[in-house]
């Protein structure tokens, strides 16, 4: 399929979500869909990485659903990351939060090579990477009322007017999304641009199962410490731009 024609994102863009040509439908008119795939060169490393940690870290996908103790050798809370990138704030905050487990789906080869090799790098055993549609993750692999949380950082914000309904947070994914959280498991979705910003809030606001954890009158909630600056981050901020984090928790 062909790429339409956009202008770069302002900021980070992980794979998060479909490429239909500009006069083919949307994936989320045909069939749900959370990601992008996007052209890139594995490095050496990366393909090292696929070698020596892939059988320890890789999760096949599998239309059945799995025990996510038995996953990860240990029961403890779960966080589901949609669209990490090349993994530097999946790796941090796994890093951080050593008493976590991560799931982390990303369809870009370079991407998960690099969050392997950084698995590697900094000795992480809380990581595993399912390389698929998180849609058909959530779908068949994933319990509901099972996540202890999601995050979706800065997605595709696909910032023309005509190509916004390519955004990957709306109302069926957040719904699906939502149901997939235990009560009291949180979604926190960043993004730094700010019409997307505004869809998130108001598609989050009118989902019956979360509720907004802001206490500011914006709806925006602060960066949690957890969630750190990338470099494309600092590179937005530099420029002026701003970043809005938001962050809803299952009733």
Not at 65 to 87: C, K, N, Q, S
Not at 134 to 161: C, I, N, R, S, Y
Not at 218 to 228: I, L
Request: proline content about 9%.
């Amino acid at each position: 399929m062909s790429l339409p024609e956009t202008d770069p994102p302002p900021g980070d863009a992980p794979s998060d979500n479909g490429t239909p040509a500009a006069d083919e439908p949307h994936p989320l008119h045909r069939r749900l869909k959370s990601f992008v795939r996007r052209a890139g060169r594995t490095t050496d490393g990366q393909a090292r990485a696929f070698a020596e940690l892939g059988p320890l870290f890789l999760l096949p996908y599998r239309a059945e659903p799995i025990d996510l103790a038995a996953t990860f050798g240990r029961e403890a809370r779960t966080v589901l990351e949609i669209g990490f990138g090349m993994g530097e704030a999946t790796a941090h905050i796994a890093a951080l939060m050593p008493e976590t487990n991560f799931l982390c789906c990303e369809v870009h080869e370079p991407g998960v090579g690099a969050l392997l090799k950084r698995i590697g790098e900094q000795g992480l055993a809380n990581i595993r990477i399912c390389a698929h549609d998180a849609v058909e993750v959530l779908d068949h692999m994933l319990q509901p009322d099972t996540l202890d949380g999601v995050h979706v950082f800065f997605p595709d914000p696909w910032h023309k007017k005509r190509h916004n309904k390519r955004r990957l947070l709306q109302g069926p994914f957040v719904a699906k999304l939502a149901a997939h959280l235990k009560p009291g498991g949180y979604l926190h979705c960043a993004t730094d641009w700010q019409p997307y910003a505004e869809q998130i809030l108001d598609v989050l606001e009118h989902e019956p199962l979360l509720r907004n954890t802001a206490t500011d009158a914006s709806g925006y909630a602060p960066k949690p410490d957890y969630r750190p600056l990338t470099k494309f981050e600092n590179r937005g901020i530099k420029l002026g731009h701003g970043v809005w984090d938001v962050v809803f928790e299952r009733r």
